[in-house]
């Protein structure tokens, strides 16, 4: 099919592969501007922008596509669909029509639960047993369009959202791919209107670490926030990032070391620190942590 991709952040890019790979002539992508970046705050393309030249393929950044101009442009392209990964743009409904199949929305979650911006963080942190992808039709509302395949999968007990954001990227690819292959022939379905949740942005002002929480808060909160922005606790006064933990026994003063292992008491139970990282340091395994700053027992954080 001849097709519109738009996306922006690493996410979305094995999506685009998936779309190179199974012969559909991509005839433009669509991204995020370059922003200015690292200590020389030069401008650097997202990663989409940089994957696609590297493939040979055109590209566009516009800052909007509200305007007569932008949407003229983009309906030019006589594309049969588009397919949205984590664009980061609205689209308004002209966009939305110009293409003769749509736009398909490649979403991180199963809607309507996570409808917003960090489904992948939000489902970790809430203890979701279970996320997915869905791939849905776009509509003016926020991810509210009808659905027209979903597939599921288990969140592992101590996996971060990094390691589910890179499952669900492939789960995603794969899932689109097959999308474009019998489009036309599947069925939307309208999503229920019960079980509607948002994900809200992360914001870092969320990222600390209440040790009077549970144990299985406690390590979904760390597990969510991993490996951006970071859950974080105090040791000795300085800040220290904590990016995986799992639950486990144990009792005590919330947030005293049960041992000089890292098993750190909850408001119930106990949490093993498994990975951490020290302001201006790189993120380690508990063991090469403990090496460099033994956590004496009885320590509170």
């Keep these: 099919m001849r097709v519109i991709f738009m996306g922006s952040p690493e996410f979305s890019v094995p999506v685009l592969e998936a779309l190179v790979a199974a012969g559909h002539e991509i005839a433009c992508v669509y991204c995020q501007p370059p922003r200015p970046a690292g200590r020389g705050k030069t401008l650097r393309p997202t990663p989409v922008q940089a994957r696609a030249e590297a493939l040979g393929l055109p590209v566009r950044h516009p800052e909007s596509l509200k305007g007569d101009a932008a949407q003229a442009e983009f309906a030019a392209l006589e594309a049969e669909v588009a397919v949205v990964v984590a664009y980061g743009l609205i689209l308004p409904q002209a966009v939305l029509d110009a293409p003769a199949h749509g736009c398909l929305n490649i979403h991180a979650s199963l809607l309507p639960r996570w409808r917003g911006a960090a489904p992948i963080h939000r489902a970790i942190m809430a203890g979701d047993a279970e996320t997915g992808v869905c791939i849905m039709q776009m509509e003016a509302g926020l991810d509210t369009g009808p659905v027209l395949m979903r597939a599921a999968t288990v969140i592992g007990t101590t996996e971060t959202t990094g390691m589910l954001h890179d499952r669900l990227s492939a789960m995603g690819a794969d899932l689109i791919t097959e999308a474009l292959q019998y489009l036309g022939n599947l069925t939307a379905m309208p999503q229920p209107a019960e079980g509607v949740t948002y994900a809200a942005k992360i914001d870092k002002s969320e990222a600390r670490v209440d040790w009077a929480w549970t144990a299985r808060e406690v390590s979904c909160h760390i597990r969510g926030l991993s490996p951006f922005p970071g859950a974080w606790t ?9 990016l995986n933990a799992a639950a486990t026994q144990g009792c005590g003063a919330p947030g005293e070391a049960l041992d000089s292992a ?4 909850c408001g119930r139970g106990a949490v093993q620190l498994l990975r951490l990282q020290k302001a201006g340091g790189r993120a380690q395994d508990h063991a090469e942590f403990l090496h460099g700053t ?7 954080l």
């Design 262 to 265: 890292l098993t750190i008491a």
């Design 234 to 242: 105090e040791m000795d006064g300085a800040r220290v990032k904590l």
């Design 294 to 300: 033994p956590l004496p027992k009885g320590t509170r």
